[in-house]
Every structure is written in C-alpha cells, then in structure tokens.
C-alpha cells in the first residue's frame, strides 16, 4: 500500500506540536481506526478543532453540589442560562464560552458548526442536542478557557433516570477531550448514587485529568471534616482504579462566609492549588493533547487486536452461534489477546460495553490483522511522536516569554484588591492611616512591660496571638511591622501591627512588602523598602519562626543579607510548609474548644442558609 511510508523515507519534521499531532493523527492512526471501526465501536475521529481548541474544564456532580456556583466564582460573574437552586436545575450540558454579546447557542447549531469541536456529538441523537446548548458571556477567563458544567446527577441509591439519550457515553466523549475533570462532592451530603458511579466509572480512563473536590467544607468542623474525608477516600477507592493518583480539595467555592471558619487557612492553601493547576492549562494543553493521542493509540492498537481475533475464530458454517459464544465468552478473548501481545489489561474496553457494541456487527465481515497497520502506528509512538515532544519545552519557554499561556480574569485575577481597601486603606492620605485607631493601640501597649519605650517579641507574641491568626501569618506580620528591624516594636510599630492584624482578620490579604504609606511617621527618615530590607525582612520571618517571636539582639548576619535574597526565600519557605501543619493541627485543637460556642449558632447559620437557596442536611456519614 503506498500508504505506509518505507524505512528509506526521509523523517517528516514538524513546524509545531499541534500541526504535528494533526499529521500525525491522520496519517498513522487514522487508517487503522477506520480499517477496525473505532469510531463507531469507541469513539468519533478527531477533527482538527479537537487537536486547536482551548483547554477544556468539565464539571460532574450530584444535584447541589455546587457545580454552577463554583463556575460563577472563578467567572466572578453572572452567566446566561445559570440556574442555581437546590431542586433539579441543570439538566442541560451547558458548554460557558466566551463571546463579546451574551446569548445562548442551542445543539443542534453547535453539532453543525464546523469551526466548533462538537460535530461528532451529533451520534448521541435529537433527544441529546436538546439538551445541549452554549452560554456566550463576555467574561475575560473564557478567553484561554471553556467551562462544561454537565447535568445535575440524582442523589439516592436506585435512581437511575431515563434521560432518553446514552448519558455515560455523552461524559466520556466530553472527559475524552478535556483537559480538567472536577468531581464535585457536598462535604455534608456525601452519598454517592447509581448514576453518579456509573459516570465516574464511564470517565476512569482519563484519570490524570481527574480532580476531586470536596465542596462546602465549611459546614463542618474540623474532626467531621476529616471523617468525612476518609469516607471519601473509601468511597472513590472502590470506585475509580488508582484513587491515589486524584488530588482530593478541600473548600468552600462561593462567596459566602465560613460557617465554621476553623479550616480556614487550610481551605485558603487549597484554593491557591486548586487554581494555580486551573491557570496554567493553556500552556499544557498541548501536553495533555500529546498524551490523549498516545492512549487513543493504544487503544485503537487493542481494538484492532480483537477485532481481527473475532474474525479469525468464525467458522464457515454456524456462524450465528460462534458469535454469541465469543461474546458470551469476551473476556477469554481479552486474555488470550493479553498474553500473547503482552497488553496490561487496563488498557482494554469495558467489557460490557464491548459486548453491547459487538451485537450488531457480522464477525465475518471484521478485516483480517493488517501487521503493516499496526507497526505504522508502532513507529508513530516510537519516533514521530518523540520528535514532536522534543519541540515541547521551546514552545512552552516562547508562551511563557511572551505572557501567554496562562488564564487571566475572574478569580484569577489576584491582584485585583480595589485601593482604599484591606492594607490599601489610607493610600494617598496625607495622615498616617493607623493613627485612626491609635489610642486605642495605645492603651494596650502602655499596659504592656515596656523598656526604653518599646516591647519584646515575647510580649508582643502574647498580643497578637489572641488575634487568633495562624503562627505563620503573625510572623510575616511582625516583621512588617518591626519596620527597623531592631527585634523590637515601639508603640508606632506596634500599633501599625495591630492595624495589620485587623487587616487580616478583616477577610483581606496582608501586603508582601510594607507600603510607602503604613510607614510609621518616627521611621520615615529611615528611607525608601529597598531589596536589602527585604533580604532582612525574610531573615526575620525566619527568626520568629524559628524561635517564635522573642527578644533576640540582631545579629550581623540578620541584618547583612548574604548570598543575596534567594537563601532566606528557601529557608522560609520550608519554614512556611512545616507552619501549614502546625497551623492545621492548632486550628483543630482550637476548634475543638469552640464547639461548644459555635453550637449555639447553628440554628442561625441554618436559617442563613436556606435563604442562600442551599439544602441543609445531617452529614449522613
Ligand atoms: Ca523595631
């Protein structure tokens, strides 16, 4: 066949991943797809919107999960056709993409745009494109990212629905081409349904791309927290294969106060990951397309494998009886493929399904074992596609140079504190800001054990602490606050302390370097933040975290950076790993102390609650 490329031949190259992926795709691994009838049997054939598009994030979950409200928070906007209730609401596949007027897409226009990657859905039937649509919103984050929130799945053991169209098949498609797969679960509703296995089950094979995440956390407290937890870990332990290798999330994803606020800083670390994984997918899409064309590979190698066996077992006569026997008896035929080309037997089909597909064929009229087929795709896998990535890690540097390849806007958008806000308050003013609530700093620190006018780091330790914020977030606050970096406060340091805490305990960020203006006036003369401050200012958070905050006379080394900023940068990050736990571990035990006061307000948070449109229920763990 003049098909198949000779030895001789020189290599192709390739201008970019994605041109080679496309070349590729429809040279090597698309005859034998179509020679062994993948397309009908496992899936359509990719299309080169497919191998263009932008990163895909699909959302799955049960009836209030919280599917629609997360995909509000991260937009940090309103959506067309975005219902949000506890009763049934989504029912529809709603693909959120950007556009500059907003407006609504149905199915049946989609599945024919030939620009769009949805053209092969319309194998799911009518029934299915009514209920598929296209939210157009301009919101800046749909730019370098398409959003599927998928339909609400029942709660309860028995309830399979009769959505009237092949719904598993329908994810799988979908978790096939996406690039991020969230699993959303209420933290205090955490059964698992029929249906809802039967999804995760029918999405397994694209484990990598899974991540779960255990919405509404912070209904509980810490110790049902971790309950639950490991109620889930169980739960998905027998339903996916290699649980372990999907990060689990902890949070509270909407713009709602805590209602046990304990797991806090916990829920704010989780977030951060959560979204630094989200905000970099542009750049690795090409990644994750290189490695679905590698799996699509060896699946369609295995389907050709069966296919040809099939054929190879029919007699000329009883030929009827044959096949129903070799689909009775599929999974021998799965083995004795296994053993003798020597395939781990994930990478085989679901037999089930396999069976179910294999009813309608005339075995008969399967094609022989074509070898040259196979060893085309062989050489795709052993050296084109080497080539390929070897353009990888270029492309990547050449986005990143030029500021591509990550999504900006809505919640991505981290620096978008207003001015006149959090530490940003008093910009601008001609006084200092703290000065405001000064006397009252006052009478607290002139109540203090003070010496030549300023108190120590062990007396100051036991102010602040009853702020109640992390160990972690004091010392950085301290050691913005000792602006002179003496190992003391004096009563403007320490007032400027105390208006940092409240900054924080205010629901704000406290700032990376102290702002011109919360300089307290007696140090302005000691000049402008330079880098060398900063390198002290790292060396400080070290000490205190090191030591906890105590009187220590400065030494040299603290105050003199050496070998530059980068050492104190590493050490204090270390620190601030070992300080997460410490601090998870503090804010139980804290936790654990205020149960009985945050009992009392549960009716309260109840009541809040229902009116928010959310279900309250028992954990029923
Ligand atoms: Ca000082």
């Known amino acids: ?91 529809n596949f709603n693909i959120i993409d950007f556009a500059e007027q907003s407006g609504k897409i149905p199915g049946n226009v989609l599945a024919v745009d030939s620009s769009k990657p949805y053209k092969h859905l319309q194998q799911f039937g009518g029934t299915f494109l009514t209920r598929f649509e296209s939210s157009q919103t301009n919101a800046e984050i749909l730019k370098n990212l398409t959003v599927l929130d998928t339909p609400g799945i029942l709660a309860g053991e028995k309830q399979l629905v009769n959505r009237g169209y092949e719904f598993t098949g329908v994810l799988k498609w979908f978790a096939e081409r996406a690039d991020r797969i969230i699993l959303l679960f209420d933290a205090h509703k955490l059964d698992i349904s029929d249906e809802f296995k039967s999804a995760i089950q029918a999405i397994r094979k694209n484990e990598d791309k899974i991540r779960i995440l255990l919405n509404k956390a912070d209904m509980l407290n810490h110790q049902q927290l971790m309950r639950v937890y490991g109620a889930l870990m169980w739960s998905l ?90 689909i009775k008896k599929l999974d021998e035929v799965y083995r004795k493929i296994q053993d003798e080309h020597n395939i781990p037997a994930a990478d085989f089909p679901d037999i089930e399904n396999m069976r179910k597909k294999l009813e309608k064929y005339d075995f008969t009229k399967f094609p022989v074992l074509n070898k040259e087929m196979i060893s085309q795709v062989d050489r795709m896998l052993g050296e084109d596609i080497p080539r390929i990535m070897s353009l990888m890690p270029r492309e990547q540097l050449d986005m990143k140079l030029a500021g591509e390849g990550y999504i900006t806007g809505g919640i991505f958008q981290r620096n978008g504190i207003p001015v006149g806000v959090g530490f940003n308050e008093g910009m601008g003013e001609k006084g200092w800001v703290v000065n405001r609530k000064k006397p009252e700093y006052d ?35 301290w050691s913005l606050a000792d602006v002179d970096q003496d190992g003391f ?37 000691v000049g402008p933040i330079n880098g060398h401050q900063n390198g002290v200012r790292n060396g400080g958070i070290q000490r205190i975290q090191q030591n906890g905050i105590q009187n220590e006379e400065p030494t040299l080394q603290q105050t003199v950076p050496q070998n530059g900023d980068q050492n104190g940068h590493q050490n204090g990050h270390a620190e601030d790993e070992n300080n997460v736990e410490e601090t998870v571990q503090q804010e139980s035990e804290q936790q654990e102390i205020e149960n009985g006061e945050q009992k009392e307000n549960t009716n309260e948070n109840e009541n809040a609650n229902e009116e928010n449109g959310q279900e309250n229920h028992e954990t029923s763990i």
Not at 256 to 266: F, T
Not at 299 to 306: D, F, P, Q, R, S
Not at 470 to 477: D, F, V
């Open 237 to 326: 332990a027998r339903i996916l294969k290699n649980p372990e290798v999907s990060r689990i999330y902890v949070g509270s994803f909407w713009n709602q106060p805590l209602q046990y606020v304990g797991n806090k800083d916990l829920f704010e670390i989780e977030q951060d990951e959560l979204f630094n994984d989200l905000q970099e997918l542009p750049r690795f899409a090409t990644v994750r397309r290189l490695n679905d064309l590698i799996k699509r590979a060896t699946w369609a190698k295995v389907n050709a494998l069966i296919i040809a066996y099939l054929k190879s077992q029919m007699p000329v006569l009883g030929k009827e009886g044959k096949k129903k026997d070799l």
């Open 489 to 525: 406060l004096d009563s403007e340091e320490f007032a400027l302390a105390m208006h940092l805490i409240k900054v924080k305990t205010d629901g704000h960020q406290t700032p990376l370097e102290l702002p011109e203006h919360l300089i307290p006036p007696g140090h302005k003369k």
């Open 1 to 91: 066949m003049t098909l198949f490329r000779k030895k001789s031949q020189p290599m192709a190259t390739y201008t970019n991943v994605t041109a080679g992926l496309k070349e590729v795709y429809k040279s090597y691994l698309l005859p034998l797809e179509k020679e062994y009838k993948f397309h009908d049997i496992h899936s359509p054939m990719m299309e080169d919107p497919d191998f263009d598009g932008k990163p895909l994030v699909m959302l799955i979950g049960q009836y209030s999960t919280g599917k629609t409200t997360f995909i509000r928070y991260i937009l940090e906007q309103d959506y067309p056709g975005m219902r949000i209730g506890p009763e049934p609401t989504t029912d």
């Open 443 to 477: 009478v607290i620190f002139n109540s203090l054990e003070e010496s030549d006018g300023k108190i120590t780091g062990r007396i100051a330790r036991g102010v602040m602490l009853k702020s109640k914020l992390p160990s972690q977030e004091l010392g950085k606050i």
